[in-house]
C-alpha cells in the first residue's frame, strides 16, 4: 500500500510539473483587438492585453515600436514616405514565455514623395531655382554654382545630367548641405537647346527629384552660312 501511494505521489508531481512547464495556471493572453491599422502619417494606437503581470511585447519591422504600459500595449507607428503599404507583427509573450499572441499592424502607403532639400543660385543673381524650374543661360561657356541646402543632414542626394554640353563637379553621392558646379558648354550651333538637370535624393522609399531645364541661347551667328541670302525683287 505504500508502495502504491509512493507511485501517487510521484505521478502527481510529474503532473504538477508538467501542468507548470505548458503555461497551466497562467491567465490566457487576450488582446482586445487582433489587428491595428494606421495612417500614413504615423501615430499611435493602444491595445488592451489582460495576461499575467510581467508580459512582454516586441516588433518584427523598426518603423513600429512598442511599450508596455500596465495592461496596455502601446503601438507607434513612424511616418510611411513610400508609395507602398507595409506591415509588421507584435509578438506578446507571458512571463514565462509559455504563451504568446501576435498582432498584426498595417500602415497605409504614403505619397511617395517627401521635402528632402532646397535649391539656390549662388553665384549668378540670374540663375534663381527656388523661384522656378528653368533657367536661360547665354551661349557661351560658363561655370553655375547651386547651393543644396537639405532639411535633414542625414539625408543624401545626387546630380544626373541629361545632355552632354552640360557636366557636373558632383561625383557619386554627397550627404547633407553643400556646393556644386554645373558648367555648360559654348552652344555654336543656331539653333538654342535643353538640358535637364536632377537633383536626386532618395529617403526610406520616397524620392525628392528636383528637376531644373537649362535653356541655352544659340550662337551669336544669326544666320545658317551654308544657305544664301534671301533676294527681294
Known amino acids: 500500500m505504500k508502495h502504491?501511494?509512493?507511485?501517487?505521489?510521484?505521478?502527481?508531481v510529474a503532473v504538477v510539473m508538467l501542468s507548470c512547464s505548458s503555461g497551466g495556471g497562467e491567465v490566457p493572453i487576450t488582446l482586445s483587438q487582433a489587428a491595428v491599422q494606421l495612417s500614413a502619417a504615423g501615430g499611435t494606437q493602444r491595445v488592451t492585453v489582460t495576461a499575467d503581470?510581467?508580459?512582454?511585447?516586441?516588433?518584427?519591422?523598426?518603423?513600429?515600436?512598442?511599450?508596455?504600459?500596465?495592461?496596455?500595449?502601446?503601438i507607434t507607428a513612424k511616418k510611411n514616405y513610400s508609395a507602398k503599404a507595409r506591415s509588421a507583427q507584435v509578438t506578446?509573450?507571458?512571463?514565462?514565455?509559455?504563451?504568446?499572441q501576435i498582432l498584426g499592424v498595417t500602415q497605409k502607403a504614403g505619397t511617395g514623395t517627401f521635402d528632402g532639400f532646397?535649391?539656390?543660385?549662388?553665384?549668378?543673381?540670374?540663375?534663381?531655382?527656388?523661384?522656378?524650374?528653368?533657367?536661360?543661360?547665354?551661349?557661351?561657356k560658363n561655370d553655375y554654382t547651386l547651393q543644396v541646402?537639405?532639411?535633414n543632414p542625414t539625408y543624401s542626394w545626387r546630380v544626373e545630367v541629361d545632355s552632354d554640353w552640360v557636366t557636373t563637379s558632383v561625383k557619386g553621392t554627397q550627404r547633407g548641405s553643400n556646393y556644386f558646379t554645373f558648367t555648360v558648354a559654348a552652344n555654336t550651333d543656331i539653333k538654342e537647346r535643353t538640358a535637364e538637370l536632377h537633383i536626386i535624393?532618395?529617403?526610406?522609399?520616397?524620392?525628392?527629384?528636383?528637376?531644373?531645364?537649362?535653356?541655352?541661347?544659340?550662337?551669336?551667328?544669326?544666320?545658317?552660312?551654308?544657305?544664301?541670302?534671301?533676294?527681294?525683287?
Not at 64 to 74: I, P, Q, R
Not at 92 to 100: K, R, Y
Not at 122 to 137: G, Y
Request: charged share 20%; aromatic share 8%; with cysteine.
Open 53 to 74: 503581470p510581467g508580459w512582454t511585447a516586441t516588433s518584427s519591422a523598426s518603423w513600429c515600436s512598442v511599450t508596455v504600459n500596465a495592461k496596455e500595449l502601446v
Open 4 to 12: 502504491l501511494l509512493s507511485m501517487f505521489a510521484v505521478a502527481f
Open 201 to 233: 535624393s532618395e529617403y526610406e522609399g520616397a524620392v525628392d527629384d528636383y528637376e531644373l531645364t537649362i535653356v541655352q541661347a544659340s550662337s551669336h551667328r544669326n544666320e545658317d552660312p551654308t544657305i544664301g541670302k534671301e533676294i527681294e525683287w
Open 118 to 140: 532646397t535649391v539656390s543660385s549662388v553665384a549668378f543673381s540670374d540663375l534663381n531655382p527656388d523661384s522656378r524650374d528653368q533657367v536661360d543661360v547665354n551661349s557661351l
Open 149 to 151: 541646402t537639405t532639411l
Open 92 to 100: 506578446i509573450s507571458s512571463v514565462s514565455g509559455a504563451q504568446s
